[in-house]
Structures are given as C-alpha cells and as structure tokens.
C-alpha cells in the first residue's frame, strides 16, 4: 500500500462480525429461541469443522477441492454503496475522504489512515441491528489512535432514537463507543457539517441532526431535514478506480418506495419517493463502462420498474448504449407487462428479487400489499420464459397468518418455483403501520418475541420449519453473509447460474440434516459433503 497522508474523513463501508462469535451471542438465548432457529437457516454444522456459512462451506469445498488454503470468497465484497455514496458527497465538496470497504480484511490500510490523525472516521450502519458490529470497529479504532472522533449514522442509529429516549437512549448509543451520532435519514450534508465544525474546533451544538456526549450527557442538537438531489450527486465511479471495485458494483436510481406495506416502516423514515433523471442515470453507467472491470450491476431501489414507463425508459437506455452488464434489481410484478419482460431481458437483466411475502391473498390484504397473487405467478412465468433468475421473499406470522395461510404459500411455490426463495418469521417491529394496529390483532411482545390472534412466533418458526422441508420446486437462500445479491458477486467470479444452483441444491440438503430429525445423519453429511467437493473440482473459477 502506498504511504497514507492526512485526510478529512475515513468512511468504512461493512463490518461482518465473524460468524462464531455472532453465532454464540444469539445461542445465548438458547437454541430453542426464535432468533437462534432462524439464524439456523443460515448455517451448516460439520462437527469438528465447525458451524459455517454457505459463504463459509463454498470456501470449505473449495479448499478440499484444490487444496490450497484461503478464502477466495467473502460475504460483503461488493462496494458497499453508503460508503461509497458518502466518500463521493464528501470529494465532490472537497473534502480529503478514504473509503474502507470490508473492515475484516482491510484493518491494515485502516490503521495506516489512523496514523496520520484524520479529522474523523465515519461508520455507516446501514446492515446493523445491533450494536456488536460497531462496538468492534470503535475498539480496534480507539486502539490505533484514541484521538480521532468517530461519527456513526444510518438506519442503526434512527432505530435506536426510535426506540428509546432519555437515559435508555443514552445508554444504547453509549454503549457503541463512538463519539457523535447522525440522526436524519440521508445524513450526507450533515457529516459534511460534522467534519467542519471538528476541522476548525466548533461548537457541535450549532450543528443540525447531530446527537453527540458532553461531560457524560447526551446532547440532542436541532433538526434539518437533508433533501440531496440524486441528479446532482450521482456516484462517478471512475473516481475509484484505483481501489479495484471488482467485477459486481450497487447503485441507486431512486431514493425511498412508492408504497406503505404495513410491516415496513422505510417509506416514512426515507420520505416521499425521489427519483434521478434519465440523464443522471446514463452519466452513472457510463462512469461504470469506463472502469473496464465491471460485469453486473445490481438496482438497489425498493420500486426499481416504478413508474413503469420510466423502467422501460432505462431499459432502452441500456438497449442503446450496449453496456454488456448483466443486472439485478428489486422487481414489482403488479408494475410489468410483457413489454417490461421483453426490455428487460434485452437490456442484460439477469435476477430480480420478488417480495411476494405471501402466497396468500388474505395475508397480502393484511400486508396492503399491491400486487395479487395471480400478478406474482404470471410475473415469475414470464420471466422464467425469457430466462431471468427469480427469488421469492416470503414472511412468515405476519398477523391473520394461520396453518392454512401458511399452507397456501407452500401451494404457491410449489406450483410457481422461483429459482429460489426464502420465508422468514416477521418482525414485529415498532414504528411499522402494523404495529399501530396491535389492538385489532391483539398483538403482544416485539422484535422476535410476540403473539397475535391467530400465531405466535415459536409457531411461526415451526411454519417455516414446515416450508423449508417441504418445497422442494425451488431452492432455500439463507440470509446471512449470503442473499441474492450473493448470486452477481459469485456470477463475476466466475460461477455459472447452473454451478451455483447445484451448489444450493447439496448445500440444502447438509441443512436439511439440522432442521429435520435424520437418521443415518453422518453418513448422509459425508455424502453431500463429497458431492460438493466434487462440485468444487469441475468449477473453473477467477479466485
């Protein structure tokens, strides 16, 4: 690495605590408890080798296959686009920034940054939902240079603010580490401010949106709502060309969704739908063909095909300029006609995520959710047809849910197959439409712990037990360090769609040994575990 010099900001992208400590804070609560058995769907238990990751058993396989050691892949190695977002605000208004995208694998380069005292380093959150990930990066901080303020922002912090007051509130953000805390859901001109006032030695009161600690108190600054152009800060890639973005990059046409689901509360936090013109977005691909290395773009935006004739605007921008990248994106099939399939396949789409949520019409009424379940089913038919990877997210327990609703979207996979498909338990989570209707569905206790009229959440993870075992049509996606975005980053390593579906398929059936009672368990591990070592020796991979 060539020699640091001094810099305003050093912005980190993610931080993944290893798998084994995160793994045994959650067993901490026992095994038996909802937010363990859902993390079970996660991982595999290979006995002496221990629990892993499907990012962790591709690694595993591949070792066994070449044996040679590493970890040619790792969860998050897609440019982490907060991160990159921020360091491209910042720059643009001339503000030295570094920009970290994994802080497992790059404490090195950090510490260099650390030596030379940066005004500040600044941690996005936008994965957090506790605080363990931020408690690790504060410490290894604090160790390599005890004087640089440390700013933390994103969705880790409004949900603390949300959730707690006062001293609670105090305490849960005390409890990170870190120094001063940005509250406001873009928070870009906001950390520009906070950079400012530590520069020139300000007050930290005269800045908006700002929550920071004062002889031990919580201080609350004002509020300032941000509304950034997306037109005038779109990401101009080739700006970092020299960290090497590798082959699959993120980016973002819109800022917050056009509809109020009733178990997310994103619209009311992000505010009313923004989108960036055709223009802006041309100049951001363009930006991305020029770096030369990229081969998959994945859309970020909640409502990516809405408007619809926006969508196929885009697609026909990608039609004319002939970019080659495959891309992924977020995908509404109450938005798309045959025309918006015919687009997308031309225009290079490779996958989309589908939020289905549920295959039952009672439930999506309770869910508000737009689209019916004949528009999902026709939707995945159509791009099935035209060759578009699909991944259905499911939500199991959301209030109304029963064994027969539950029986209803096990039918609906089963007759549709997306290529691959997730359910998991709903989080009864304050601050969502739904939540302001707990009288109505007698509904008790939060987080992963709760009850309403018709489930309760140990049931509904028996549910999702039940459909994991059951659906054999399409293939289980765990959550974490994988998701579907896992799919264009082992797409750009050189996995074929049809490598990596194989893969899932054996990997399913080593988890299907933890969630069903099996005998013989064993010697059927050793049998999928060979045959995903054999697997592994047939791939021709960039690692």
Not at 151 to 168: D, F, K, S, T, W
Not at 433 to 462: C, K, L, N
Not at 516 to 541: C, F, H, I, M
Request: proline content about 4%; some cysteine.
């Amino acid at each position: 690495m060539a020699a640091a010099s001094r810099c305003d900001c050093v912005v980190i992208g993610y931080n993944e605590t290893p798998f084994p400590e995160y793994e045994g804070l959650l067993r901490q609560y026992g095994e038996d408890s909802e937010a363990y058995r859902d993390l079970k769907f996660s991982f595999v238990d290979l006995g002496r080798n221990g629990k892993m990751t499907y990012v962790g058993l591709l690694n595993h396989v591949l070792r066994l296959a070449s044996g040679r050691n590493g970890e040619p892949f790792k969860s998050g190695d897609i440019p982490n686009l907060a991160a990159v977002y921020l360091a491209n605000y910042l720059r643009r208004r001339g503000w030295r920034v570094e920009y970290l995208n994994l802080f497992q694998y790059e404490k090195d380069r950090l510490a260099e940054y650390l030596r030379h005292d940066p005004v500040c380093v600044a941690i996005t959150t936008t994965f957090y939902v506790l605080n363990l990930p931020v408690n690790e990066m504060v410490q290894y901080i604090r160790g390599c240079n005890p004087r640089v303020p440390i700013v933390v922002g994103g969705p880790l912090v409004a949900n603390h603010a949300r959730a707690y007051q006062g001293e609670e509130l105090a305490a849960a953000l005390r409890d990170t580490g870190a120094d001063i805390f940005v509250h406001e859901s873009q928070g870009e001109e906001t950390l520009s401010n906070v950079i400012a006032c530590l520069r020139d030695g300000g007050s930290l009161a005269a800045v908006p949106n700002v929550l920071y600690f004062e002889d031990d108190r919580l201080r609350i600054g004002g509020v300032q709502r941000e509304n950034s152009s997306l037109d005038e800060e779109y990401i101009d890639w080739t700006g970092f060309g020299a960290q090497s973005l590798g082959p699959t990059i993120q980016t973002r046409t819109a800022r917050s969704c056009a509809f109020s689901c009733s178990f997310c509360n994103y619209p009311t936090r992000a505010g009313k739908l923004t989108l960036a013109g055709l223009d802006t977005i041309e100049k951001e691909l363009d930006s991305m063909r020029a770096l030369g290395s990229v081969q998959n773009v994945v859309f970020i935006d909640d409502t990516f095909n809405v408007p619809v004739n926006r969508f196929k605007d885009i697609c026909r921008l990608m039609i004319r300029k002939q970019y080659g990248f495959r891309w992924f994106s977020y995908f509404r099939c109450s938005n798309s006609d045959e025309e918006c399939m015919d687009l997308m396949a031309e225009s290079g789409c490779a996958g989309v995520f589908l939020g289905i949520e549920s295959g039952s019409p009672t439930i999506l009424k309770n869910m508000n959710k737009a689209a019916t379940i004949e528009k999902y089913a026709r939707g995945i038919q159509w791009l099935r047809e035209r060759g578009v990877l699909t991944f259905g997210s499911f939500i199991t327990g959301f209030p109304g849910e029963t064994g027969q609703t539950v029986q209803e979207t096990i039918d609906f996979l089963r007759e549709n197959r997306p290529d691959f498909y997730r359910s998991q338990m709903w989080y009864c989570e304050p601050g969502t439409p739904v939540f302001s209707q707990r009288d109505e569905y007698e509904i008790e206790g939060e987080g992963f712990v709760w009850s309403h009229s018709t489930m309760d959440s140990m049931e509904a993870m028996d549910h999702i037990d039940r459909i994991f075992l059951s659906v054999r049509e399409s293939e289980w996606l765990p959550q974490w360090s994988f998701d579907f975005w896992i799919i264009p980053y082992l797409l750009g390593k050189g996995l074929t769609a049809e490598q990596f579906r194989s893969f899932m398929s054996l990997a399913n059936r080593l988890l299907a040994l933890e969630i069903a009672t099996v005998p013989e368990k064993g010697l059927k591990q050793k049998q999928y575990l060979d045959g995903l070592t054999g697997l592994a020796r047939s791939w021709n991979l960039s690692v």
